[in-house]
């Protein structure tokens, strides 16, 4: 074997490397298992508060040590192998931040009937296209108003110096796009630091590119009406006046002193220490502020060291703390009885950013700030900010406020000289600079320590408030605890089960050899999870189904090699001889095979949305992972058996059961094709004619809608509850069924669909809530656990109208794009069109039988709803289905290559099928296997996924060797037969 220390040095390292990013999860289960148990009670039930002060306790320390480093909990957490929502609940949001306000806002008084016409046209193009709203905007207003400059609109006092009345159309168009896109950018911004400050585990936070879209995602979150008020408020942006050290360092000492004769009182009571004098239970203050010559009484006391307020800075020159030591000055914040002894216009603030980091350790400022009820300059008044370079070269932000902001702005500045303006978004303070001068005429600059990031994000927080661009959320997806466990439950069943059933017949099948395949399989399941763990990816339901099909799929690869190496010893060959050309022979099948699948997997990772994702990217790992490990470890395995002992080598690819289906089969498949023809026709045309008769049964994601998972103690009977809820929704259209068993209801409903705010939720949700309970007779609870006379709803989700569209545009995509993909790719690899041609009609064939059979289905009563999951099992079975096409394709090639003199077209095409018959019934079987597996224990959520696979499966079987080859055959039959006289010749 050539390169095989490279190869053995690769796979060591990728080993390592997964062992490394998978340890991380071992450990963080690890603590959480031992938080359990700290606060579970004696009947087992945990206490969530105790469990998350634990927890809590732990989150900056050092919980995994290595030796040469360690690792805190939060780091821990932060590198395990994450869980999507479906497996361990949660909260999905995609928000939309609405240009339309933006741009109305930027052309302010000069909004005219035209103007409105252009945005009403901008919002209904971008329905139809897939330019941005501002390009359809402006494409609109050209039309509305064809002889008005753009600048007529736009160029107002608060864009004076960026454009003027003179300005061409595109530099006007420049600048509204630019401000739009800043809006998302700042948006996105104010939403990442509120999440930060929300204390969730690995939340995932994008903007989706070349859109005005930003996708979160919430593991554990289990309040979704606090998620959506953070996720819509308005920004808060503040000029705050900062209390000098000496004003405030007296109520800072109070504050103190109160907080000690608290805790010293709460020791008392519960016994802890022996009542203290308060003179000593007051801890000195002299350090906390730097030149402060103010002393207390208590300077020269000695500190007890049991009690000591976290108000006490650890640093010199003012109030700057340790992020360990935060929560502790919270903590002390939140007291009612500390915050009384300070005045009514003091607040405290914390900075944004640290200001010193020691030893690995950040160190933030809190600031003492004076309160009014109305901010004197709020956001809004700013006109434009940003970033420039000062008299030093220094990065600065320039600031331009309007005229009622540059009044006050004036005043502020003039009654501050010399002393600090805190700026402020969201309560937490950006920058806080000296003024130096009173400042009039609006125009101000901002100078500090920054770099030119820092100056550019204090720009766009400072125009956070300037323009009101309000998100609003167009998908959203809440899943319980309960039901996530329920998942991962039965996603691990069928990853095991299917598993297990292709180890025994591998082994049962290939003797030895199937042992070395299922080392490989081990290795292939392994590096996914350690490279989904180092990318940082999380693991999704459909994530799992992704790994259970490459356990199918991946063993085709040793399938195809094992069954070269017996074709080699049929021959007579050695056994040395057989198994270097059953690998050689093998590669490059394998390669293009797989190569094509690979192609299918990137095409539903760009078009995809969602889980769907989650799925691509578990697919595309999959597959190079079954590459790898099949074509290489495998062949590490055997090349160490051979060159230790030769030709006496005892390596065995065969049973009795392989023996009996060993051999050369005669099957005349060409002479058969005109049957096949016309049996698919059939099959083709119920399917269609099922779907005609009862329609495809589209999920919200092709409609939009929001769907309700309902858990009940007992049995309801969906189609009598229908009827109750349909007077609840206004006549509107609800859908009531079943959901993986008797107990629990799936309710879907278009109620509102067109209104995507949280008010509509709300008033959805209501009406849902109230025909359960007026058929019922039940309460509703928003627990996790269904009690006696009540029913829970552990799960949500909404799809708006247009993501639904977006959805629907980019299956379309996702689909026609791999058909094409795929033909390109056959066509440079095979040279012919015939064969990029045969590919592509088995493949739409494919797809016609899927959905046929979808719709069969459904007129049956399955209630199959066609949703994203369904279309990644089309483009799967799409990309198993050329897997199976481009094998029996090479061997076509082969076999036209070898053709003796005297051979017909016909005998060829037939024996390539014949050559390959055993390898393809053997992988379908074991693909099959495992999606059997998939469909009967993945649960209701992956019910439609594995049938729409299962059928898939086994008509891509079919299509390659009765479709495939046939068309191949019919469009080139003279090609091919001059092929081979040219052989012959």
């Known amino acids: 074997m050539r390169n095989r220390g490279f190869i053995l040095f690769?796979?060591?390292?990728?080993?390592?490397?997964?062992?490394?990013?998978?340890?991380?999860?071992?450990?963080?289960?690890?603590?959480?298992?031992?938080?359990?148990?700290?606060?579970?009670?004696?009947?087992?039930?945990?206490?969530?508060?105790?469990?998350?002060?634990?927890?809590?306790?732990?989150?900056?320390?050092?919980?995994y040590d290595l030796g040469f480093t360690s690792y805190t909990y939060e780091e821990v957490?932060?590198?395990?192998?994450?869980?999507?929502?479906?497996?361990?609940?949660?909260?999905?949001?995609?928000?939309?931040?609405?240009?339309?306000?933006?741009?109305?806002?930027?052309?302010?008084?000069?909004?005219?009937?035209?103007?409105?016409?252009?945005?009403?046209?901008?919002?209904?193009?971008?329905?139809?296209?897939?330019?941005?709203?501002?390009?359809?905007?402006?494409?609109?207003?050209?039309?509305?108003?064809?002889?008005?400059?753009?600048?007529?609109?736009?160029?107002?006092?608060?864009?004076?110096?960026?454009?003027?009345?003179?300005?061409?159309?595109?530099?006007?168009?420049?600048?509204?796009?630019?401000?739009?896109?800043?809006?998302?950018?700042?948006?996105?911004?104010?939403?990442?630091?509120?999440?930060?400050?929300?204390?969730?585990?690995?939340?995932?936070?994008?903007?989706?590119?070349?859109?005005?879209?930003?996708?979160?995602?919430?593991?554990?979150?289990?309040?979704?009406?606090?998620?959506?008020?953070?996720?819509?408020?308005?920004?808060?942006?503040?000029?705050?006046?900062?209390?000098?050290?000496?004003?405030?360092?007296?109520?800072?000492?109070?504050?103190?002193?109160?907080?000690?004769?608290?805790?010293?009182?709460?020791?008392?009571?519960?016994?802890?220490?022996?009542?203290?004098?308060?003179?000593?239970?007051?801890?000195?203050?002299?350090?906390?502020?730097?030149?402060?010559?103010?002393?207390?009484?208590?300077?020269?006391?000695?500190?007890?060291?049991?009690?000591?307020?976290?108000?006490?800075?650890?640093?010199?020159?003012g109030l700057v703390y340790?992020?360990?030591?935060?929560?502790?000055?919270?903590?002390?914040?939140?007291?009612?009885?500390?915050?009384?002894?300070?005045?009514?216009?003091?607040?405290?603030?914390?900075?944004?950013?640290?200001?010193?980091?020691q030893e690995g350790v950040s160190y933030f400022e809190l600031f003492v700030v004076k309160k009014d009820r109305e901010a004197k300059i709020s956001g809004d008044v700013i006109t434009d900010a940003i970033q420039s370079f000062d008299q030093r070269a220094q990065p600065a932000v320039s600031m331009s406020m309007n005229v009622e902001g540059a009044k006050k702005w004036k005043k502020m500045t003039g009654q501050n000289l010399g002393r600090r303006i805190a700026i402020s978004l969201d309560n937490e303070v950006y920058t806080a600079p000296t003024v130096n001068s009173e400042i009039d005429g609006g125009r101000s600059e901002i100078t500090g320590s920054f770099d030119i990031n820092e100056a550019k994000d204090l720009a766009n927080v400072l125009k956070a408030g300037k323009l009101p661009a309000p998100t609003r959320i167009i998908e959203e997806v809440v899943v319980g605890p309960s039901l996530g466990k329920v998942a991962q439950s039965e996603g691990m069943t069928s990853i095991l089960i299917g598993l297990g059933l292709v180890i025994v017949f591998m082994i049962a099948y290939y003797a030895k050899g199937g042992v070395i395949a299922n080392v490989a399989l081990g290795a292939n399941i392994f590096f996914i999870f350690g490279i989904l763990a180092e990318l940082g990816a999380a693991l999704t339901l459909p994530g799992i189904a992704g790994i259970v099909l490459t356990i199918g799929m991946s063993i085709d690869a040793n399938v195809l090699i094992f069954e070269r190496i017996r074709e080699e010893q049929r021959a007579g060959r050695g056994i040395l001889e057989a198994i270097n050309n059953g690998f050689d022979r093998a590669f490059w099948t394998i390669f293009d095979a797989n190569l094509t699948t690979l192609l299918t997997g990137?095409?539903?990772?760009?078009?995809?949305?969602?889980?769907?994702?989650?799925?691509?990217?578990?697919?595309?790992?999959?597959?190079?992972?079954?590459?790898?490990?099949?074509?290489?470890?495998?062949?590490?395995?055997?090349?160490?058996?051979?060159?230790?002992?030769?030709?006496?080598?005892?390596?065995?690819?065969?049973?009795?059961?392989?023996?009996?289906?060993?051999?050369?089969?005669?099957?005349?498949?060409?002479?058969?094709?005109?049957?096949?023809?016309?049996?698919?026709?059939?099959?083709?045309?119920?399917?269609?004619?099922?779907?005609?008769?009862?329609?495809?049964n589209l999920g919200v994601d092709f409609t939009g809608g929001r769907t309700y998972i309902v858990n009940f103690e007992e049995a309801v009977v969906p189609s009598k509850l229908q009827g109750s809820l349909v007077k609840e929704v206004e006549g509107k259209s609800v859908e009531v069924k079943t959901y993986g068993n008797d107990n629990t209801l799936k309710i879907t409903t278009a109620y509102l669909v067109s209104d995507e705010s949280s008010e509509a939720d709300t008033k959805v949700q209501a009406a849902i809530v109230k025909g359960i309970e007026s058929f019922t007779g039940l309460k509703y609870s928003d627990k996790q656990k269904v009690d006696a006379g009540t029913f829970i709803i552990p799960s949500t989700s909404k799809v708006g109208a247009t993501i639904a569209d977006d959805i629907t545009e980019g299956a379309e995509e996702a689909v026609l794009f791999s058909l094409a993909g795929i033909f390109l790719y056959i066509l440079l690899r095979f040279g012919k069109w015939n064969f990029g041609a045969g590919a592509v009609v088995a493949l739409f064939h494919d797809t016609l039988v899927v959905f046929g059979a979808f719709g069969i289905a459904n007129l049956l009563g399955a209630g199959f709803e066609l949703d994203q999951v369904f279309i990644a099992a089309v483009l799967t079975v799409i990309g198993y289905s050329i897997n199976d096409t481009v094998v029996v394709f090479d061997r076509v090639r082969e076999e036209t290559s070898n053709a003796t003199s005297g051979s017909k077209t016909i005998d060829v095409m037939n024996s390539a099928i014949n050559g390959t018959l055993n390898r393809t019934i053997i992988t379908s079987f074991t693909t099959l296997l495992v999606i059997l597996v998939l469909l009967i224990f993945g649960g209701e959520a992956l019910r439609g996924f594995s049938f729409s696979l299962f059928i898939g499966i086994m008509v891509g079987t079919y299509s390659s060797v009765f479709i495939a080859a046939p068309v191949v055959f019919d469009t080139s039959k003279k090609e091919i037969k001059k092929d081979t006289e040219a052989v012959k010749a």
Request: with cysteine.
């Open 77 to 317: 957490k932060n590198k395990e192998l994450a869980l999507g929502l479906d497996l361990q609940g949660g909260m999905h949001v995609t928000l939309e931040v609405s240009p339309v306000e933006v741009i109305k806002a930027m052309a302010g008084a000069n909004v005219d009937a035209a103007f409105e016409t252009a945005l009403a046209q901008a919002a209904k193009a971008q329905k139809e296209n897939r330019e941005s709203f501002t390009s359809n905007f402006f494409d609109a207003l050209e039309e509305a108003a064809p002889n008005v400059p753009f600048a007529t609109y736009f160029a107002s006092s608060a864009n004076r110096s960026r454009i003027s009345f003179n300005s061409p159309n595109k530099q006007v168009v420049d600048l509204v796009e630019g401000e739009v896109d800043g809006a998302v950018d700042r948006a996105f911004e104010i939403i990442r630091t509120r999440i930060d400050k929300f204390g969730v585990t690995q939340p995932n936070i994008q903007r989706l590119q070349g859109t005005n879209r930003i996708s979160i995602e919430l593991p554990g979150v289990d309040n979704p009406e606090r998620v959506r008020n953070l996720l819509q408020g308005v920004a808060k942006l503040e000029f705050l006046e900062v209390w000098t050290n000496q004003e405030a360092q007296p109520f800072i000492f109070q504050m103190n002193q109160e907080w000690v004769k608290q805790e010293e009182a709460r020791k008392k009571l519960a016994g802890d220490v022996p009542a203290q004098k308060e003179e000593k239970a007051v801890a000195s203050d002299n350090s906390l502020f730097e030149g402060d010559s103010t002393s207390t009484a208590a300077d020269s006391t000695q500190v007890d060291e049991t009690v000591i307020s976290p108000l006490l800075s650890k640093m010199q020159g």
């Open 322 to 357: 340790s992020e360990n030591d935060t929560s502790d000055v919270n903590k002390m914040l939140r007291d009612e009885n500390v915050t009384s002894v300070v005045p009514s216009d003091m607040k405290f603030l914390w900075g944004h950013k640290p200001v010193a980091t």
């Open 10 to 63: 690769i796979a060591v390292i990728v080993t390592l490397f997964s062992l490394f990013d998978l340890s991380f999860s071992f450990v963080s289960r690890s603590i959480q298992s031992d938080a359990d148990d700290y606060a579970m009670d004696s009947d087992g039930h945990v206490d969530y508060f105790k469990k998350q002060a634990y927890i809590d306790s732990l989150w900056k320390t050092p919980v």
């Open 602 to 696: 990137a095409f539903l990772y760009t078009f995809g949305m969602g889980p769907i994702k989650g799925f691509a990217v578990t697919l595309m790992i999959g597959i190079v992972c079954s590459f790898f490990s099949a074509v290489f470890i495998s062949r590490l395995i055997v090349s160490y058996f051979t060159k230790k002992h030769g030709e006496s080598v005892s390596l065995n690819f065969e049973t009795g059961l392989s023996k009996k289906l060993a051999g050369q089969s005669n099957y005349d498949f060409m002479g058969k094709r005109k049957i096949a023809y016309i049996f698919s026709a059939i099959i083709i045309t119920l399917g269609i004619g099922s779907i005609a008769v009862n329609g495809l």
